[in-house]
């Protein structure tokens, strides 16, 4: 029982808890807070893994613009505690009934995987570093890479489109 | 092994310790600084009734903000109100943990860094911070439930996330130049190779007014456009809560710069000279260095203010197209031009 | 070490904070009153909801700085190998940036990153 075990279990701990906060919060903008101590905990496993690039990005585009793009629709849309909608029971049982079958599918997969079994790199692994992440990506996986700039020029257009859908730009302007 | 364990403990908790206070009081005698510079810029004197040039002011407002009574408005949702200005100050101390103030100390027969952690991502660090660090101001101007607050925290956190842009785009070009994340590595490069300012001017443009927007500061301070907003998204603030929220912006600007200096203009190091060559002990050449780099912070604060008070406020559109479609294409520029250089030199 | 003393300087901070918000709360003495706790516009007591509903714009802005920034995430493993890569790798980089300049061109022709 080290010091990173003792990392691991809390950390652990902390995404889980705060994870179940996320769906357990009356508040939106608790959800959106409780999910952004699920991201810093899940990047306190990325540094474990001696990934620290990964961490800091997972912190830089999740916790520092995700987030702050939900904050924005929740503001935007005015959601708090007074003008939560009464949700349909039949849609809770079949949200609850989907994430079950997506938890058995999960279990399932992961039962007969080779990763069982073999312990992680802690401290150890190489790849999670910038320099062999920067070789990796620009040598190997150059395809993918730029298959991804069509993803994301897909991504602003849809933005675009949705956000100028309104002909009259002067309305709705506070 | 204990032992070594035990004063590596006390040494980064002594050097946090030291740094959070550092922050704190250059953030007060910013506060004091500030007005000074105002007046001297309009031909005032400025304060100077509480001690010897007023000296004592920060404190007097120091102990004002403490001792001030706290109103929480009734309609706010509370929690979120109180979580705003920490959230705020947590993510203005944050910032300094990876800046190396200087060469290491020799104390006790061994050497202690001036740097709380040299990790290998030191600049990912910093600019993750910054990008924490709007909400802040988004949470407290929305649980301030004020029509003021909230428009100015929606404008803040826009603008906020817009510069960020252009800032990590101009940070690329310095890495292009490096090759290494890390802080220290960073400054020990300007000191063999000369000063990243002389490499990269467009790049410390870019990156000096996109500092200025994520400070908030003039021109870039519509999140507290008084004139329009009333005060700002921290209106409803009272008390050290609203203390919290000035203390991060003085926080935050001594620390951009303190970062500039580190990437631009050399940190610790002294331009011309070789002070390694001097003969005086390790430990004079680290404070040496430490007051180097506070000097060149300090001027860039000062520039800050010097900002403030000559400019005025921009308006939403122009600062929204001065960061896209100027900012962001030259920091492009800037970076591809550098990388084209350096693969054309390596040849 | 350098992660273990980042926790404890996040540790330092959040307890700075929690500490002098506390005293600050211990040794004020505040009265309660119902038209302190109003939200403060201009003097006369405020109309409608507060939480107004704002320009769509801020959060378009919002919504395109995203995409920009998982960009500027791939350029960093780049920008610390540009020497070993080379040329082939700062092709495939202006490949990529034309690809989201095409993006960028639409955004701006719709008015996008316009102020309206």
């Known amino acids: 029982m080290n010091i990173t075990h003792v990392l691991f279990w809390f950390l652990s701990v902390l995404a889980l808890f705060s994870a179940l906060m996320v769906i357990t919060s009356r508040n939106p903008v608790h959800s959106v807070l409780w999910l952004i101590v699920t991201f810093f905990a899940i990047s306190g496993h990325y540094i474990l893994l001696n990934a620290q690039f990964l961490a800091i990005v997972n912190i830089i585009v999740y916790a520092g613009a ?26 809770q049982w079949a949200g609850a009934i989907a994430g079950l079958c997506l938890l058995l599918v999960l279990v399932a997969a992961l039962k007969d995987t080779e990763i069982k079994g073999q312990a992680a790199q802690v401290n150890e692994g190489e790849i999670g570093l910038i320099k062999n992440l920067g070789k990796e990506l620009f040598s190997t996986y150059v395809v ?28 709705g302007r506070a | 092994m204990l032992l070594t364990i035990f004063w590596l403990v006390i040494e980064k908790l002594l050097l946090i310790g030291l740094i959070v206070s550092l922050s704190m ?31 004592l002011q920060p ?24 979580l705003g200005p920490c959230l705020a100050m947590i993510t203005a101390l944050l910032t300094s943990a990876v800046i190396p103030w200087s060469t290491p100390l020799h104390l006790f027969g061994q050497d202690v860094p001036l740097q709380v952690a040299d990790i290998n991502i030191g600049i990912l660090f910093i600019f993750g911070v910054v990008s924490l660090g709007v909400y802040g101001i988004m949470i407290g101007g929305w649980a301030s439930n004020n029509k003021f607050s909230l428009l100015a925290a929606v404008r803040g956190a826009s603008q906020m996330v817009s510069y960020e842009l252009p800032m990590g785009l101009a940070l690329l070009g310095l890495l292009l130049l490096v090759g290494d994340l890390r802080m220290s590595v960073i400054v020990q490069n300007q000191i063999e190779h000369g000063w990243h300012i002389i490499y990269q001017p467009l790049g410390f443009i ?4 996109c500092a200025l927007a994520e400070c908030n500061r003039t021109p870039f301070d519509l999140a507290e456009a008084e004139n329009e907003l ?36 050399g940190g610790y190091d002294i331009p011309f000279v070789n002070e390694a060559s001097w003969g005086i002990s390790q430990n004079a050449l680290a404070i040496i260095g430490f007051l180097v780099m506070l000097t060149k912070a300090f001027f860039f604060v000062f520039v800050f203010m010097w900002i403030r008070w000559t400019i005025p406020r921009f308006r939403y559109d122009q600062l929204m197209n001065l960061g896209w479609k100027k900012l ?8 591809i031009v550098t990388a084209a250089v350096i693969l054309w030199l390596k040849k | 070490m350098g992660a273990s003393s980042l926790i404890v300087l996040m540790i330092a901070a959040v307890a700075f904070s929690g500490i002098a918000i506390l005293v600050s709360k211990l040794i004020v003495k505040a009265t309660k009153n119902k038209h302190k706790g109003q939200p403060y516009e201009c003097g006369v007591p405020t109309k409608g909801p507060n939480w107004v509903q704002f320009n769509v714009g801020y959060y378009l802005f ?29 092709v495939e980089i202006v490949i990529f940036f034309f690809i989201l300049f095409m993006g960028f061109l639409y955004a701006h022709k719709k008015g996008a990153l316009k102020w309206v």
């Not at chain 1, 995700?66 to 039949?90: A, C, Q």
């Not at chain 2, 962001?328 to 970076?335: D, G, H, S, T």
Request: proline fraction near 4%; charge should be positive; charged fraction near 15%.
């Open chain 1, 66 to 91: 995700i987030m702050v793009l939900f904050l924005f629709v929740i503001m935007l849309m005015n959601l708090n505690k007074s003008t939560e909608p009464k949700k349909n029971r039949w849609l």
């Open chain 1, 144 to 171: 993918p890479f730029e298959i991804s700039s069509i993803l994301f020029l897909s991504a602003m257009v849809g933005a675009v489109v949705i956000g100028k859908a309104s002909p009259n730009p002067s309305e």
């Open chain 2, 25 to 55: 009081v250059v953030a007060m005698y910013a506060t004091y600084a500030e007005r000074k510079v105002a007046a001297f810029l309009q031909d005032r004197i400025g304060p100077n009734r509480a001690g010897i040039f007023g000296l």
């Open chain 2, 59 to 82: 404190l007097a407002d120091g102990g004002k903000l403490f001792f001030k009574e706290e109103i929480i408005p009734l309609a706010s949702s509370k929690f979120l109100f109180i």
């Open chain 2, 206 to 209: 870019v990156f000096f007014i």
């Open chain 2, 230 to 265: 009333n005060f700002g998204y921290h209106q409803e603030y009272s008390s050290m809560k609203l203390g919290f929220y000035l203390f991060a912006e003085y926080i935050n600007m001594f620390i951009s710069g303190v970062v500039m200096s580190c990437l631009f203009f």
């Open chain 2, 328 to 335: 962001v294409p030259l920091a492009l520029f800037n970076m």
């Open chain 3, 62 to 90: 919002a919504l395109i700085f995203l995409i920009f920034d998982v960009e500027l995430v791939f350029l960093y493993p780049w920008a610390v190998v540009v020497k070993k890569v080379g040329w082939l790798a700062l």
